[in-house]
Every structure is written in C-alpha cells, then in structure tokens.
C-alpha cells in the first residue's frame, strides 16, 4: 500500500511536469501570410483567398497626414515621445506636439510549420522591397525579427487606429513603426537632409496561439527559419541592394527575442561557413554599413561556445551587438526553465543545443562568461539657464554634453575599464528631458572584469533602465516584460554608432 501511495504521488508530481514540458515543446499556432502581394494568377490564395494588397499599397508610406486615418507618425522637439500625429503623445506632450517624421515599411513573412523546413510565404515580396530600396537611392533600411508570442498581423485599412491598434496589428509591428519614425528623426538630427527611411518587418508565426507555453515550439521553427535557403537569400540580397544602390547607404537589423536567435542562428552559421573564425576581423564578411543588433535574446550561450572558444582579435567598433536586459523574466527565468525541464525529461530534447553544459541553461546574455560589457542608463534635469539651456553647460557630477549628437557612449579608453557619457536629445526648448547619461563598463557590477570583445561582437548586459524599464517604460518602475521597446535611447545609440563606423570608414578610404 505504501508503495502504490509513493507511485500515485510520483505519478501526481510527474504528469503535471510532463504535461507543462509538452506544452513548452510542441504547442504552436498555424501559419498565416497578412501580407500577400496580389498578382496576376492568383496568388492572392496564398492566404486562403484572404484580400490581397497591389504592390503600390504593400510597400506603405507613413506621411500621408492628410488623410482620415491620421497616417503620420511624429517624433517630439525632445526627441523622446513618437506617436501618430494627431492622438496620444503628440496630443499630450504640454507644449511641444510632434513633427512630422515619415518613413516606408513592408512586411517579409515565412512559413515556419511546415516539416523540417521553412521557406518564404511569396518571392514577390522581396522583389516589391529590392525594388523599392533601388528607387530610393540614398536611404537607411532598418529591419526588424519579431520574435514569441508575435506575428506580422495588420489591417491594413485601420492599421493605425488609436484606439483599437492592439486588435489591427501586432504590438510590435506597431512599435517598429515608432522605430522607424524616430529613426528618420535622429538621421535628421545627425545631419542628414528629409532622410529617406525604409523598414522591413520580418513576420513569422512567433504566436503561441491558445498555448501560452509554446517557447520549445517556436524556438524549433526559429531555428528553420535561420536555417532555410529563402530567409538567407532574401537578407543577403537586401544587403547587397543597400550597399550598392548608394556609398552612403546603411543598413540596421534587429531581432528581438526569439528574432534574436533567427538573427544569432543566421549569423554563427555564415560565419562558420566563410570560415570566419579564424579571421581576425568579420568586417569584411559583414560589411562595415552594416549593424546587427540582438535585443533579449531567447539563445542559448552554448550556440556560441565555438565562436568563443576562438582567440580572436577584437576590433575597435561592433559590427553586432548583443543587448540584454538583466532582469528580463524570459530570457533570465522562463528559458532557464524551459531549458532545464526539456533536458531532464526527454534526454536533452529542449530549446538550448547542448546536455550536459552549464552554458546551455543561460541565455547568451546572461551567461557572464561570455559577457563583454555592462551598459547602464539614466535621466537627470537639465538646468535652464535663460529661456533655454545650453547644451556646453556644466553638469555637477554628470560629464559635459560633447555635441548635439555626439556622446562616444561606445568609446572607452584603452587604459580606462569604463566611461560615463552625457547624451543630448533634444534641440534646446526643453528643460525636463533633454538629458541622459550611458555608462559602459568592462567590468561587472562587483568590479570584476569581463569576457575581452571577440571580433566585432559586443555581448552587453544591461540595467533595468534602459529596455522598456523606469525611464523608458514610464509606467511600472523596475518592472521588466520580455518586449522589444527600443525606439528612444537604444535606437538612437545605434543611429549614432552606424554614423561613427561610416565616418571611420570614410577616413580609411581617403587614406588608401
């Protein structure tokens, strides 16, 4: 009898770990293409004879504030605030309002549940977009990898619905737009005159339909779709439109979460083919106009153990940087989980590569190992001195602005383990939050220092300000959710990085 009550309660124990591991590895939704190209045959039934879109209308522009639906996005004096003209921020912001900040996107989209590969809902969508990149000339193309739990959804007649977005579109296709906006604002503020701004969300099925814990699943399709002939050739033949249609032209790729690990996969395996590891510098593999940028990453840090088991010469500047947040729930708890349980009940069948490796329970950028940097974020009061502050003024206990645009937030001294920068955003008429400063560190928060960079990788854990936490989020204080909120600070370090290589570049150019 005893033994029949051990058993029910192993059973009792079990079933319920079981079950939720299932749930973790094989849940998933079906795949949906919501952006068909319409052409002549009827391809329009790609999508189960869903309405489809004329090439004109699915490469979209964002300035057309004339009409009824308010499709202009705007971007605040501050440069803080970016919203569609008319409604939210751009209505409640005292004083200020938005400018108009337009911008072109369009949607490439992947099959990502079919057998063991994964392949492009329709070749005609990156025919619409390589076109539309060689009739645009000078432009900077920002791509953005969703990644769980979202997807390429969008009405396109109600897209921007103030009050309805959330049942129109996805979350973060929404928030790429914000994206894109405040790029062509900081390109502006960079110097460069009406920048033409071109984005590319990259949709999938990332959604975990009625399961809610479908991250073994998804991570699976992830992986075929970084691994799939049509997801190379379409981001290969972007890039090489970019950087022939125009020598000024830059290119900036994003991949959130599990879109972090779309972006890692691709990467560690074009690197290994083009024997890159043995060189002392991937620039010429992945182009010096190029910045790949991996935010909450949902990877493993034994996908890297190869690349970092290599000795190889760090270069001055990142060509990817790997951000994470250090207390984002998912990437620091919820892989950590998941990871663990697939291991220990299907004999290492889980989301991470390895079994018997401690690398494999962390995700990249919380493995400390592997880390290369700490990057910290804040906000301080500028103090107003006449109608407006100067931006050259003195700070107690913060460094002086360099420039309107310039901060060096990735310049640390080689004799120095860490730098503190100003950042100025605005354009001098407000005195409230104009100002930031960035911190980056070679060392950890205990003062012990970090991994040394491996080739142009930057692998930078950072503090809870400055992914959609305090500062960026304004809405719960020190409260991180596993999302891709980047269209303030981070996305105008990057902006300021991209113009710092180009500059770089230009000058060895002059030199040979």
Not at 82 to 110: H, M, W
Not at 125 to 154: L, S, Y
Not at 170 to 189: C, G, P, S, V, Y
Not at 481 to 504: D, K, P
Request: aromatic fraction near 10%; charge should be neutral; charged fraction near 25%.
């Amino acid at each position: 009898m005893q033994r029949i009550r051990q058993s029910r309660r192993i059973i009792s124990i079990t079933v319920p770990i079981v079950a939720i591991w299932m749930l973790l590895c094989f849940a998933g939704a079906g795949d949906q293409n919501f952006h068909t190209i319409c052409v002549f045959g009827g391809s329009d039934q790609l999508n189960g004879g869903k309405r489809c879109l004329n090439e004109s209308d699915f490469i979209r522009r964002r300035d057309e504030c004339s009409l009824p639906l308010g499709k202009c996005f705007g971007v605040d004096t501050d440069g803080w605030d970016v919203d569609v003209i008319g409604s939210g921020r751009c209505v409640e912001t005292p004083n200020r309002g938005c400018s108009q900040t337009p911008f072109k996107y369009a949607a490439l989209e992947y099959r990502s549940n079919e057998g063991d590969k994964a392949s492009a809902w329709q070749p005609d969508q990156r025919k619409a977009i390589i076109a539309a990149i060689h009739q645009m000339g000078r432009v900077h193309v920002v791509i953005f990898v969703h990644g769980w739990n979202h997807d390429a959804r969008e009405e396109t007649d109600r897209d921007i619905a103030a009050e309805k977005e959330d049942e129109t579109q996805d979350e973060h296709l929404r928030n790429f737009k914000f994206i894109l906006a405040k790029t062509q604002w900081e390109l502006r503020k960079q110097g460069e005159a009406n920048p033409n701004v071109f984005g590319i969300y990259v949709g999938w099925n990332g959604s975990a339909g009625q399961y809610p814990f479908s991250i073994g699943s998804r991570a699976r399709a992830a992986d075929r779709i970084a691994a799939s002939q049509d997801f190379g050739d379409d981001l290969q033949a972007i890039v090489n439109v970019v950087l022939t249609s125009h020598s000024d032209n830059r290119l900036l790729i994003i991949g959130h979460s599990l879109g972090g690990r779309i972006l890692s996969r691709y990467l560690l395996g074009t690197l290994t083919k083009k024997d890159a590891f043995h060189a002392s510098d991937m620039a010429s593999i992945l182009g010096n106009r190029v910045l790949f940028a991996t935010v909450n990453p949902a990877i493993g840090a034994d996908a890297f153990d190869d690349y970092w088991t290599h000795s190889l010469k760090g270069t001055e500047l990142p060509l990817w940087i790997n951000i994470t947040n250090e207390i984002d729930f998912a990437t620091g708890r919820l892989f950590l989980v998941a990871a663990t349980v697939g291991k220990l009940l299907a004999f290492g069948y889980g989301i991470s590569d390895k079994t018997l490796s401690i690398s494999s329970v962390y995700t990249i950028g919380h493995y400390r190992e592997y880390q290369t940097h700490r990057l910290e974020f804040g906000k301080y009061e500028a103090p107003c001195k006449g109608p407006n502050p100067r931006v050259d003024v003195s700070f107690t206990d913060y460094p002086p602005v360099l420039s309107d645009r310039t901060s060096l937030w990735y310049k640390i001294n080689s004799s120095e383990k860490g730098n503190v920068r100003s950042i100025f955003f605005g354009d001098g008429t407000d005195c409230d939050a104009a100002y930031y400063w960035t911190k980056l560190s070679r060392v950890d928060k205990s003062g012990k220092a970090l991994h040394a960079v491996q080739g142009s990788m930057w692998n930078i854990v950072s503090d809870a300000d400055l992914i959609d936490c305090g500062v960026n989020a304004r809405r719960r204080p020190n409260f991180c959710t596993h999302n891709a909120f980047v269209q303030t600070s981070l996305i105008r370090m990057l902006i300021e990085l991209q113009v710092a290589r180009a500059r770089q570049q230009a000058v060895r150019d002059e030199q040979l």
